[in-house]
């Protein structure tokens, strides 16, 4: 009996001996390395301490078996424990050290860059160009009425361009303009000559789309009215103007045509590639009095001239594009490249 009570003591002295000496180990651990081997020595299955202690129990006689049951099983809890908290201290140690080892100096993977639309790019040179010729920037809406559509632009009622089949009408009074001509109305009505502007925007027309056709594309419109402008001006200017554009090497060519707000009125051609090929970039010629009148110019007096051209033409021809549907179809390989 005497020497139970004895025994029973120094083995739960030895329970709170391996409580210390375990939580020390795992404390001190640094690294990795160094917490695996207090693993082992503490909580080993084969020889670690605590299967040594757990060993003890059966020595033990019943009284106090109990009592040294419950006190390993919490040293063995706590020692697991004190185990899995060095463990997540050392692997966060290592990836703050890793952050802090990242080298500054090493070229990161370059962002990509989002880039303007090859229109947007076309559009923005046309202003400048035409800018620096003289020509400041007006707008119109892209919903017009029939008034500067049509009326003041010397196409009466019943004018086959007037169609409902040709036009995207919203009412009867209102539709998507078919031109951007309806901003020469806007202009002239708000200012006295000299006016000398461009406007450039969306059309719409409800054409059935192909390789050259869109129910809606981009013109550049351009108003120039003063005393005394003739159409050597309008050739001069459309001629700069190309060349400024598409380089100097660029053919123009001007063909008698008509439109009911110009007289005389032209197409312009630009030669295409090598093969000598002519495509329409757009229509041109001199304000007809009619027009000058419906805005309160007096014809006696001033002249002008005007010009739509397509933005999608221009911009196809400098880059050698052959399709105008790639630039409605938001393809990022077709996008990338300009
Ligand atoms: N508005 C015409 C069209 O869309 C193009 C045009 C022709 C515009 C002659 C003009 C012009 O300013 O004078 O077909």
Same mark, same amino acid.
């Given at each position: 009996?005497?020497?139970? $009570?004895?025994?029973?003591?120094?083995a739960l002295?030895?329970?709170?001996?391996? &409580?210390i000496?375990?939580?020390?180990?795992?404390?001190?651990?640094?690294?990795?390395?160094?917490?695996?081997k207090?693993?082992?020595?503490?909580?080993?299955?084969?020889?670690?301490?605590?299967?040594?202690?757990?060993?003890? @129990?059966?020595?033990? +006689?019943?009284?106090?078996?109990?009592?040294?049951?419950?006190?390993?099983? %919490?040293?063995?809890?706590?020692?697991?424990?004190?185990?899995?908290l060095?463990?997540?201290?050392?692997?966060?140690?290592?990836?703050s050290?890793?952050? %802090?080892?990242?080298? &500054?100096t090493?070229?990161?993977?370059?962002?990509?860059f989002?880039?303007?639309?090859?229109?947007?790019?076309?559009?923005?040179?046309?202003? $400048?160009?035409?800018?620096?010729?003289?020509?400041?920037l007006?707008?119109?809406?892209?919903?017009?009425?029939?008034?500067?559509?049509?009326v003041?632009? =010397?196409?009466?009622?019943?004018h086959?361009?007037?169609?409902?089949?040709? =036009?995207?009408?919203? !009412? +009867?009074?209102? @539709?998507?303009?078919?031109?951007?001509?309806?901003?020469?109305i806007?202009?002239m009505?708000?200012?006295q000559?000299?006016?000398?502007?461009?406007a450039?925007?969306?059309?719409?027309?409800?054409?059935?789309?192909?390789?050259?056709?869109?129910f809606?594309?981009?013109?550049? /419109?351009g #108003?120039y009215? *003063?005393?005394?402008?003739?159409m050597?001006?309008?050739?001069?200017? #459309?001629?700069?103007?190309?060349?400024?554009?598409?380089?100097q090497?660029? !053919?123009?060519r001007?063909?008698p045509?008509?439109?009911?707000?110009t007289?005389?009125?032209?197409?312009? *051609?630009?030669?295409w590639?090598?093969?000598?090929?002519?495509? /329409?970039?757009?229509?041109?010629?001199?304000v007809?009095?009619?027009? #000058?009148?419906?805005?309160?110019?007096?014809p006696?007096?001033?002249?002008?001239?005007?010009?739509? #051209?397509?933005?999608?033409?221009?911009?196809?021809?400098?880059?050698?594009?052959?399709?105008?549907?790639?630039f409605?179809?938001?393809?990022?390989?077709?996008?990338?490249?300009?």
């Amino acid at each position: 009996m005497s020497s139970a $009570d004895s025994s029973a003591p120094s083995a739960l002295d030895d329970l709170e001996r391996l &409580l210390i000496d375990g939580k020390a180990a795992f404390e001190s651990a640094a690294d990795a390395d160094a917490l695996e081997k207090a693993r082992v020595t503490f909580l080993g299955l084969k020889q670690g301490r605590i299967k040594t202690a757990q060993e003890v @129990l059966k020595t033990l +006689p019943g009284p106090d078996r109990k009592a040294y049951g419950q006190r390993f099983n %919490a040293v063995k809890t706590a020692l697991e424990e004190a185990c899995e908290l060095a463990r997540l201290r050392i692997e966060s140690g290592q990836a703050s050290q890793a952050v %802090a080892s990242i080298d &500054l100096t090493v070229p990161g993977a370059a962002p990509r860059f989002g880039r303007r639309h090859p229109l947007t790019q076309t559009a923005e040179e046309l202003i $400048d160009i035409f800018g620096r010729m003289g020509f400041s920037l007006a707008r119109g809406p892209e919903i017009e009425d029939t008034f500067h559509n049509f009326v003041a632009l =010397n196409i009466p009622e019943h004018h086959p361009a007037r169609e409902p089949l040709d =036009n995207f009408y919203v !009412t +009867p009074g209102t @539709l998507l303009r078919s031109q951007t001509s309806t901003v020469q109305i806007r202009v002239m009505k708000k200012c006295q000559p000299p006016v000398r502007v461009v406007a450039l925007g969306r059309v719409y027309r409800p054409d059935a789309v192909d390789a050259t056709h869109s129910f809606m594309f981009h013109q550049i /419109e351009g #108003l120039y009215v *003063d005393r005394n402008v003739t159409m050597a001006n309008l050739k001069s200017t #459309l001629r700069q103007f190309a060349k400024s554009y598409l380089g100097q090497d660029v !053919t123009v060519r001007f063909r008698p045509s008509f439109f009911p707000f110009t007289e005389p009125s032209v197409e312009v *051609d630009m030669q295409w590639d090598a093969s000598g090929r002519w495509v /329409e970039m757009g229509g041109a010629g001199m304000v007809d009095p009619n027009v #000058l009148k419906a805005v309160g110019f007096d014809p006696e007096i001033y002249s002008g001239f005007a010009f739509g #051209l397509g933005i999608e033409r221009l911009c196809m021809r400098r880059h050698g594009i052959d399709d105008i549907r790639p630039f409605y179809q938001n393809d990022y390989r077709f996008l990338n490249q300009f």
